[in-house]
């Protein structure tokens, strides 16, 4: 009798956690997986996004293989993914052992320092803009150097530069903040065992912190890659995809061709490509991530 | 005993050169914000090529360019639209992600199918918004959702899966016994749920309320399909959609900008130990 009860009080439960569960389901596959199952079948089409359009089969996926301002936007995507990463991760490191040392004002440091990573992209591009258009120039005039006497943002080969130097500015900030935790979890007692053994300056970071701290490297570095092959914002506030088409993130082709350039069903298909490679640097995230669950 | 003193005295001693050297970093981070203020305050007229003329400070410190900026970027409706749209989804989202974790966490080891819905929501995380985005702008048109309400909804669905996962590693901390005691007190699960797990939740849903925020009110993507046409704008949006009328008016476009970071500058000021905190829990995590 009692277990009767009680075993109809469980599936009370259940039905009452069903009923939490399912409306936050439906809500997710109405908004995230019916838009990811359309987008792929439009990946099929010609949809121009208005109008009648046909199933095309494979041809989507063939001529974006062959087509050189889609291969041209990957390069240009993954060469400032990983240029960014690798600055941002060695600048936030130095940051992050500097702020984390013995220095006065430290929390009023890492507070300002931390301030680029409340900021929007969008705003910071256009602040960043006027500065490559009007004060860099002016600046290389004045020391007379040739490169910087032009703006970057009107050469096609060094417009990616500044995409870099803004996307990093911003992302340093939390980078460095989340190897400052890291740090944390270093105990003093290694420091001062490698101390009495002569492990100070560079060897003590090579063989001391750096080991120590590598589960938040690898995990700032998946992150970092994973963030900025989305890079959009900056992309439309400081070059909206020029010189010459040579700073078009994927993401911004995807936007710009995809909504406003009739590419509806071919942008589709770079989408689904684009969306396998976010898929296996996510599964690399998810991996480092358990690994550093069981080490902690 | 020299070696114990020495590392006594390196503990205690503050390291100057570095302190130094972490000042003068800082003008990384403040030079564009100076340049952003200076600029804003200016008029046309005193920019001049050089850039120490560029970069001096005002004659005159003049708020006609912020007055002007308001008006051309709706300030007043702009600023409204990006409050409402962050604090529903802030609100949304605690409420909906923390009963889903609930439901998720605590059922998934014993049901098969919470696992996997917890796995199936997770996997939201590897889409990324470029592939939605289009099918999202025909699905909205339909819905007659291409206006604030559908930004929202989006952003709930969005940051789903991140502040799911995060809830449910939150909730391993707390303790079964809670529940249970709810339980044999007669409660439901509703109000189990409302009365013990929710409050003690707080922790977390700092961190999900700032991480949530920060991502909502920085936002240009989402309110640029969704709302593009709605004549309302975001903050961000507002700036994008209005540069054709700052043309070469830098003044005007510059104080436009701070009057965009300001909000969020307020913000960090006040609440910052709570953003980093809630930052570093949850990237950690």
Known sequence: MKRQMQSRSIGRKDKTFLAMLLPIMILFFLFNTLPLLQGFAYSFTNFRGFGSYNFVGLRNYVNLFQDDRIGHSYQFTFLVAIVTTIIVNVISLVLAIGLNSKIRFKSTLRGIYFIPAVLGGLVIGYIFNFFFTYILPAFGQAVGSATLSSSFLSNPQLAWIAVVIVVAWQSIAMNTIIYISGLQTVPQDVYEAGALDGATGWKKFKNLTLPLIMPFVTINMVLCMKNFLMVFDQIMSLTKGGPAQSTESISYLIYNNGLGGGQFGYQSANAVIFFVIIVIISLLQLKFLGSKEEQL | ?285
């Open chain 2, 1 to 285: 005993m020299n070696t114990d003193r020495s590392v006594n005295r390196v503990r205690r001693r503050t390291n100057w050169p570095i302190t130094i050297l972490m000042i003068i970093g800082c003008v990384t981070i403040f030079f564009p914000l100076y340049m952003t203020v200076i600029i804003a305050f200016k008029k046309p007229s005193e920019m001049t090529n050089d850039i120490l003329g560029a970069l001096q400070p005002p004659a005159h410190w003049s708020l006609s360019n912020f007055s002007e900026a308001m008006k051309v970027t709706n300030f007043g409706q702009t600023l409204g639209y990006s409050i409402l749209i962050t604090l529903c989804t802030v609100v949304l989202s605690v409420i909906i992600h923390s009963l889903a974790g609930y439901a998720v966490g605590r059922n998934m080891a014993r049901k098969k199918f919470y696992k996997f819905a917890y796995f199936y929501m997770l996997s939201g995380m590897f889409v990324p918004f470029a592939i939605l985005m289009m099918p999202e702008v025909k699905q909205a048109a339909l819905l007659h959702l291409a206006n604030w309400g559908g930004v929202i909804i989006l952003y709930v669905v969005f940051f789903m899966p991140m502040n799911m996962l995060l809830y449910v590693g939150y909730l391993k901390n707390i303790p079964m016994a809670l529940e249970e005691a709810a339980y044999v007190d007669g409660a439901g699960v509703w109000s189990t749920f409302w009365h013990v797990i929710f409050p003690n939740m707080m922790p977390m849903h700092a961190t999900v309320a700032v991480l949530t925020a920060l991502s909502a009110w920085n936002d240009v993507m989402t309110p640029l399909v969704m709302m593009g046409g709605s004549g309302a704008n975001t903050l961000p949006l507002a700036q994008l959609n209005f540069q054709s009328q700052f043309s070469t008016n830098y003044n005007l476009a510059f104080a436009s900008y701070l009057l965009a970071l300001i909000p969020i500058l307020i913000f960090y000021l006040i609440c910052q130990k709570q953003i980093i905190n809630g930052v570093v829990n949850g990237a950690i995590k």
